[in-house]
């Protein structure tokens, strides 16, 4: 079956520092691949997205690649802010039902 | 993006009560929704699958009577907590389908509710 497997957390940084939280799939055909971020007391938001090889997804700073050789979709970004203190999900969509098979999620921390 | 809101937001019962949760597509009509639950730190389990008009489908392991779902409109969906109890305690997420294109392809994607934090006494 689909599945997601991301880094393990919780992952802190400093404001300013890079980020890269990795994300690696295991699906039939060609998933859709999503990040979603969840802040405290919150739903789901979606992040980004990519729907094919190669396309990058980005979206307030963040950026993700469609990386189907390594069957990967990492999240990064250049400069994290204490407003990015979140937990992040990795998720796809491989077939026409819908379905959302989520990673366990990454808990970003970030200081001052 | 499209607009999912959940009701309540936070609920608080006592032992033995039932908890109905709504889910609704503010602006768009929603075939499919699906619900979770969240516990503490953990990632997002998928309970059931709901489509308008049809039963509900569940994962295994989800008792469906315990967990009553109805979709009775492209717009709303409901939760039921049947005699809870403080082990149901969670937060309980909605997401609608939205058909923006082919499920799966380019455009297709969830849009998830607020969530609704229920504790039972």
């Known amino acids: 079956g689909d599945s997601v497997t991301q880094m393990e957390g919780p992952v802190t940084l400093s404001e300013e520092a890079c980020l890269t939280i990795n994300c690696t799939y295991t699906a039939t055909g060609y998933p859709s691949l999503f990040w979603y971020v969840q802040y405290p007391g919150e739903g789901l938001q979606l992040l980004l997205k990519?729907?094919?090889?190669?396309d990058k997804g980005s979206n307030k700073g963040f950026e993700a690649t469609y990386r189907k050789e390594t069957t990967s979709f990492h999240l990064e970004k250049g400069s994290v802010q204490v407003s990015d203190s979140a937990v992040y999900f990795c998720a796809l969509i491989s077939t026409s039902y819908g379905k959302l098979t989520f990673g366990q999620g990454t808990i970003l921390t970030v200081h001052p | 993006g499209a607009v999912v809101s959940q009701h309540p937001s936070r609920v608080i019962c006592k032992s033995g009560t039932s908890v109905k949760i709504e889910c609704r597509s503010l602006d768009f009509q929603a075939t499919t929704m699906f619900w979770y639950r969240q516990f503490p730190k953990k990632s997002l389990m998928l309970m059931a699958t709901s489509n308008e008009g049809s039963k509900a489908t569940y994962e295994q392991g989800v008792e469906k009577d315990k967990f009553l779902i109805n979709h009775a409109s492209l717009t709303l969906s409901t939760l039921t907590v049947t005699s809870a109890h403080p082990e149901d305690s969670s937060f309980y997420i909605c997401?609608?389908?939205?058909?923006?294109?082919?499920?799966?392809?380019?455009?297709?994607?969830?849009?998830f509710g607020p969530g609704t934090r229920l504790t039972v006494l």
């Open positions: 997401s609608a389908a939205g058909r923006t294109g082919l499920a799966g392809g380019p455009g297709y994607e969830q849009f």
């Open positions: 990519a729907t094919k090889a190669d």
